[in-house]
């Protein structure tokens, strides 16, 4: 009874990282090694490296006569630790690659192991098979084009610009298809008998696909230290992740056996890629326009292009201006177009107003005395807008008489009376190069300090200003109101 009481103690002594080891609850003989199995006994066993019969391999062993370390690069399926009359046997599953503190039986006597006499190593033979996986799968890229404007109806005076903001909208869209797989089975003979091999078959998802091993007829001798490769290929439905397994089988009477490996056949990326990327190209009124960007590929998607395009400087028309502008794609593999357009609609409209003098405008504001003109409302802050560089509202450069003949204000006046009229849908266009000279004048100089300069003089100034008078008074373009 202490006898079987003492085997799962060793047992639980001989585990260790790779594999575990347990006794096989064999009678308290020697034990065999396992049917199927190759036996290699070491008698008195030092510490030292021992060759594996029928391979190129060693099982190193370290020992102090009683408890051994061992390892080799053969795995082995069941070793066996002799002493006294018996042995204790350690089984492997799956077959280990070295193992600590194991032991021979116990001494029902004494309580301790028996001294170690013998070790019997049990292992097989073992082709060693390899296997490879290459995905590969078609992706094809569809792309879609939105083209959009910002405002799409603008109403202008005849002088006045507006700013349409334009986006072009892309995305892509992908179809993969076309999934295959191929690989090698790699199969090599490491020991020192021939191999008889009776049958490679590879197992795709658990069904078999055809595998070509270059003409070689079954049965076929596998020679020591010689390799075998095969290779597969197969279709597959979709790009889920399977297993993938070779499997190498060898008559049963060699002395070399089959083996099998496996690997997962992931679909990672594509191998071809077909329309990803599109070229773009944007048309307003049939002219090409500068794009920001003009090549998008499909990692970019959904991609944006803006761009801001200034519309101005038409003449006035009873007819609505139409500007179509038209963006489109082509795909780099397969030229394959598409478009998308917007409109934009602008009228100008064509100033049929009537003037009115300084003394008109200076008097209608908001602040009186006379009735306000809504048209000082088209200002940004009415008769309290900023007058440029004058440090005063328009409604107080109006009221502030030119000191000492000053011709900033005498040029003023009229200018602020031109620009209403103009707002008022007088039509200036009689005046507009010099409202833009004098405009420039104003955004120069304040009161003061244009007095200082050379190019600017006061028969200059009070010129232009008998040129604005004339308009605003109905002599120069556009007729004066009669109330």
């Known amino acids: 009874m202490k006898l079987i009481l003492w085997a799962p103690v060793c047992a639980v002594l001989s585990v260790f990282a790779a594999s575990t080891a347990h006794a096989s609850g064999d009678d308290p ?13 070491i008698d008195w066993p030092e510490s030292k490296s021992y060759p594996i019969p029928g391979t190129s391999d060693y099982v190193d062993v370290k020992t102090d006569g009683t408890s051994f370390d061992w390892s080799s690069k053969v795995g082995m399926d069941a070793i066996i630790a002799e002493g006294g009359y018996s042995g204790e046997k350690y089984l492997y599953d799956p077959e280990a690659y070295s ?37 590969k799968f078609t992706r094809k890229w569809t792309w ?6 910002d405002p799409t109806y603008i109403e202008l005076r005849r002088w006045e610009t507006a700013d349409v903001d334009y986006e072009i909208a892309l995305d892509a869209e992908k179809y993969d298809k076309d999934f295959a797989v191929k690989g090698e089975i790699k199969i090599y003979n490491p020991f020192q008998y021939e191999a008889k091999i009776t049958e490679v078959k590879d197992l795709l998802d658990g069904v078999e696909v055809p595998v070509d091993c270059g003409g070689v007829d079954f049965p076929y001798e596998l020679g020591s230290h010689q390799e075998l490769v095969c290779t597969y290929w197969a279709e597959r439905p979709n790009a889920y992740t399977v297993e993938n397994k070779a499997i190498v089988k060898t008559d049963s009477w060699s002395m070399v056996g089959g083996d099998t490996a496996k690997v997962e056949v992931k679909f990672m990326g ?14 307003l009124d049939g002219v090409l326009q500068s794009l920001p960007t003009d090549y998008v590929c499909a990692g970019e998607a959904p991609k ?7 519309f101005g400087s038409l003449e006035c028309s009873e007819w609505d201006y139409e500007f179509k502008n038209v963006a489109t794609f082509k795909t780099n593999d397969t030229h394959t177009e598409g478009y ?24 209608h504001s908001e602040y009186g005395p006379a009735p306000a003109d809504p048209v000082w409302e088209e200002l940004q802050n009415g008769p309290d807008s900023t ?60 009161p003061s300090d244009w007095q200082a300069s050379p190019s600017v003089s006061k028969a200059l100034l009070t010129g232009w200003a008998s040129t604005l008078e004339q308009f605003n008074s109905g002599k120069l373009g556009a007729m004066h109101c009669e109330s």
């Open 144 to 149: 879609e084009i939105e083209k959009t404007a």
């Open 340 to 363: 998308d357009e917007a409109t934009v609609i602008i009228k100008v409209k064509c100033p049929n107003g009537c003037t009115r003098t300084q003394g008109y405008w200076k008097t």
């Open 99 to 135: 193992g600590k503190g194991l032991y021979a039986p116990m001494d029902p006597w004494t309580g301790k192991p028996y001294k170690l006499w013998r070790i019997k190593f049990c292992y097989d033979l073992n082709l060693k098979v390899e296997k490879t996986a290459e995905t």
């Open 304 to 310: 944006t292009i803006d761009y801001t395009h200034t």
């Open 270 to 283: 594509p191998s071809e890629e077909i329309d990803e990327c599109v070229t773009v190209t944007d048309e």
């Open 29 to 41: 003989t020697t034990p065999s090694c396992p049917e199927g199995t190759l036996e290699y006994k």
């Open 387 to 446: 007058f440029f560089k004058s440090g005063k509202s328009w409604y107080e450069v109006f009221w502030t008489p030119p000191p000492q003949g000053n011709a900033y204000y005498i040029l003023a006046h009229q200018y602020m009376a031109a620009v209403l009229n103009g707002l008022a849908d007088a039509d200036t266009i009689q005046i507009d190069a010099l409202l833009g000279l004098v405009r420039s004048f104003f955004e120069t100089y304040g």
